[in-house]
T-cell receptor, first 115, second 113 residues
Framework: GAGVSQSPSNKVTEKGKDVELRCDPI?????LYWYRQSLGQGLEFLIY????????KSGLPSDRFSAERTGGSVSTLTIQRTQQEDSAVYLC?????????????FGPGTRLTVL | AQSVAQPEDQVNVAEGNPLTVKCTYS??????LFWYVQYPNRGLQFLLK??????LVKGSYGFEAEFNKSQTSFHLKKPSALVSDSALYFC???????????FGAGTRLFVKA
């Protein structure tokens, strides 16, 4: 079956512009996560969705970052007024449930470059 | 603060030799432990996880990991390395009952023919 997909694969934008990154999780997966991977660093948790529950936004670095998940499936991460420090690979992952033991399946990521 | 440490930025191994990629963690309680691998231009792939039971966990591609509670470690191992194992490896920890996964900074493995 299809894995997690993300689009675009690469995004180059100018400082101050807004960007939207899309994630399509594996069909049937109820949990969805966004992470940021900066050069030479590990994955930084951003936000988590589980079913119809309110998302956990505790990892979002500033109010310029927001995310939605429509219909319990597709998710969009929006970064407003992008800054150069936002340049990173943004990874999306999904899991069947949200239990502690569940394996997360990752998409290929979106590489964001802010000039 | 909860954290995961991968003390080696890079590990170099000759093909056919055993390999170890180290991971230690500082998380309260009895966390669940994961290893992921990232090949060039590809997303993270799950390798293995420790939930409970036998301290030696076997995973994909011939990898295994040993959980040591007293040393709070979860080192990744493989008896005989392949050139195709060259990739970036991430150790991850999830506290019991939680959903947030804490990732290490990653260790780049180079296997030389």
């Amino acid at each position: 079956g299809a894995g997690v997909s993300q689009s675009p694969s690469n995004k180059v934008t100018e400082k101050g512009k807004d960007v939207e990154l899309r994630c399509d999780p594996i069909s049937g997966h109820t949990a969805l996560y966004w992470y940021r991977q900066s050069l030479g660093q590990g994955l930084e948790f951003l936000i988590y969705f589980q079913g119809n529950s309110a998302p956990d936004k505790s990892g979002l670095p500033s109010d310029r970052f927001s995310a939605e998940r429509t219909g319990g499936s597709v998710s969009t991460l929006t970064i407003q007024r992008t800054q150069q420090e936002d340049s990173a690979v943004y990874l999306c992952a999904s899991s069947y449930l949200a239990g502690s033991t569940d394996t997360q399946y990752f998409g290929p990521g979106t590489r964001l470059t802010v000039l | 603060a909860q954290s995961v440490a991968q003390p080696e930025d890079q590990v170099n191994v000759a093909e056919g030799n055993p390999l170890t990629v180290k991971c230690t963690y500082s998380v309260s309680g009895n966390p669940y432990l994961f290893w992921y691998v990232q090949y060039p231009n590809r997303g993270l792939q799950f390798l293995l996880k420790y939930i409970t039971g036998d301290n030696l966990v076997k995973g994909s591609y011939g990898f295994e990991a040993e959980f040591n509670k007293s040393q709070t470690s979860f080192h990744l191992k493989k008896p005989s390395a392949l050139v195709s194992d060259s990739a970036l490896y991430f150790c991850a920890v999830r506290p019991t009952g939680g959903f947030k996964t804490i990732f290490g900074a990653g260790t780049r493995l180079f296997v030389k023919a």
